[in-house]
């Protein structure tokens, strides 16, 4: 019996067994139903859009999918990175990368998926905080001397930036901080690096940038550590991370959100053309106004040196004017000399008039007492026919009563006296107690 040498295998090539495989799933499962997480959707300039699905349970599985601009043009909602969605299309096989592709016919939002639900507690959290307040917010240096940039030295992000800065202002330093910008040590050495800069205290403005990406990709910045240590920077921080859509959490604690790297850059340096037009124009409104000041001071100095000039006309008006203080000197002085005399005379009638009145006053004064006087000497009493009787002693006998007999009296009447001797004594009636 002859042995008979099997027939050698086909030998596939890479297309046609790609296409087969591609038919095999699709006569296999036919329109199939999936549901999962989008990150990195990206709609091209054609209309279509590409993207990948996560696991929704957290599993480590992705799929590659596409929705072409006649399907995504049914879409009534606008597709983000981190949006839970339930898909309806055909699994097949992407010749050209040979790997396994979604063709999205539809597509519903469920909710968002987690990581976008984390971004939101975190979000939330912070703000609580105060870590996003406005009030905190510090305004960036407007003319720095040196700039410091966190981000990856390998990022694109970098490139851009030292390119605007060079651009913009080429006389500005910058200083790099390096840091990985993705990966899970990411979050922990870019607060590092943050912290790093505030230490040296070597820069006026802090720029933390990087690139675009996925939400995955740009997770480092929605860290709490990252986002802290912008917040505690002691020096203004603007933050820049993946384009104008993107958002991040350290963006919302920085002293200001960029857009972009690029913008980032823009934003914390002045344009040197714009500030050489305004050094210009200060400059010559700076010449204008000396030379306006020389000008008045030019003239102010002519006109003091003509009035130099001339110091016989000055002595003269000098002289004019201590003449004429001179004669209002002395007429003030000689009408002075009148009122005083004049109010001497009016004193002295008024002192002449008040001592006539006083020395009348008192002659009638005098005249009333002295006929007062007069009216009261004794004199004048016994003028009239009356005697005064004293006793020996000279004391005056006022009544009969203490005289006794033979008691030596004096009597004086107004034109002499005699000595007298009582002989008898009559009462005209009895004293008081007699019987």
Same mark, same amino acid.
């Given at each position: ?5 099997? *027939? ?21 499962? &036919? ?9 990195? @959707? ?15 349970? +957290? ?8 929705? @072409?601009? !006649? ?18 299309? %055909? ?7 040979? =790997? ?8 519903? #939002? ?8 984390? @971004? ?7 703000? $609580? ?15 720095? $001397? ?23 202002? *080429? ?26 800069? +505030? ?10 940038? !990087?690139?675009?990406? /996925? ?17 505690? /920077? ?16 350290? =963006? ?6 960029? *857009? ?17 037009? #305004? ?20 003239? !102010? ?7 130099? +000039? ?9 002289? &004019? ?7 209002? &000197? %002395?007429? $003030? ?38 006929? %007062?006087?007069? $009216? ?13 009787? /004293?006793?020996?002693? &000279?004391? *005056? ?7 006794? !007999? ?30």
């Amino acid at each position: 019996m002859l042995n008979q040498t099997p *027939p050698p295998a086909r030998a596939w090539s890479v297309a046609a067994l790609l296409l087969a495989a591609s038919d095999a799933l699709q006569s296999r499962l &036919g329109s199939i139903t999936v549901r999962g997480e989008l990150t990195g @959707f990206t709609r091209a300039a054609s209309g279509h859009c590409y993207f990948t699905l996560k696991d929704d349970e +957290g599993q480590a599985a992705v799929l590659r999918c596409a929705m @072409f601009r !006649r399907a995504s043009m049914l879409l009534d909602f606008r597709p983000a990175d981190g949006q839970q969605v339930e898909l309806r299309g %055909r699994i097949g096989v992407y010749e050209a990368r040979g =790997e396994l592709q979604c063709v999205v016919e539809s597509m519903q #939002r469920l909710g968002a998926g987690s990581l976008y639900e984390l @971004f939101l507690r975190s979000k939330a959290r912070l703000e $609580a905080a105060g870590l996003f307040d406005a009030a905190r917010k510090r305004p960036i240096a407007a003319y720095p $001397a040196r700039i410091g940039v966190v981000t990856s030295l390998a990022a694109a992000a970098l490139h851009d930036v030292l390119s605007a800065i060079r651009r913009r202002a *080429p006389h500005v330093g910058v200083i790099v901080y390096p840091a990985p910008v993705q990966g899970t040590e990411a979050p922990a050495q870019l607060a590092e690096a943050i912290r790093r800069a +505030g230490v040296r205290a070597e820069v006026e403005t802090l720029i933390v940038c !990087r690139g675009g990406g /996925s939400l995955e990709d740009l997770w480092a910045f929605n860290e709490e550590i990252v986002v802290r240590a912008v917040a505690a /920077s002691p020096i203004p921080v603007v933050c820049g991370v993946g384009h104008e859509t993107d958002v991040c959490l350290a =963006e919302l604690a920085a002293d200001r959100r960029a *857009p972009t790297p690029t913008a980032a850059a823009e934003f914390a340096t002045p344009l040197r053309d714009d500030e050489l037009q #305004r050094l210009a124009h200060l400059e010559r409104r700076l010449r204008e106004a000396v030379q306006r000041r020389l000008d008045t001071q030019a003239q !102010r100095l002519d006109r003091l040196a003509l009035r130099l +000039g001339r110091p016989a006309r000055l002595l003269s008006l000098q002289v &004019g004017r201590l003449q004429m203080l001179q004669q209002r &000197g %002395r007429s $003030a002085l000689l009408q002075t000399t009148r009122l005083q005399r004049r109010r001497i005379d009016e004193l002295a009638q008024r002192l002449a008039a008040s001592l006539r009145r006083t020395v009348a006053a008192r002659h009638d004064r005098l005249v009333q007492v002295g006929a %007062r006087l007069e $009216a009261a000497d004794p004199r004048q009493v016994l003028a009239r026919g009356y005697a005064w009787i /004293s006793d020996a002693g &000279g004391r *005056p006998v006022t009544t009969a009563q203490a005289l006794q !007999r033979g008691q030596p009296l004096l009597a004086q009447w107004s034109d002499g006296q005699a000595d007298l001797e009582v002989s008898a004594v009559r009462l005209d009636r009895a004293p008081d107690g007699a019987g």
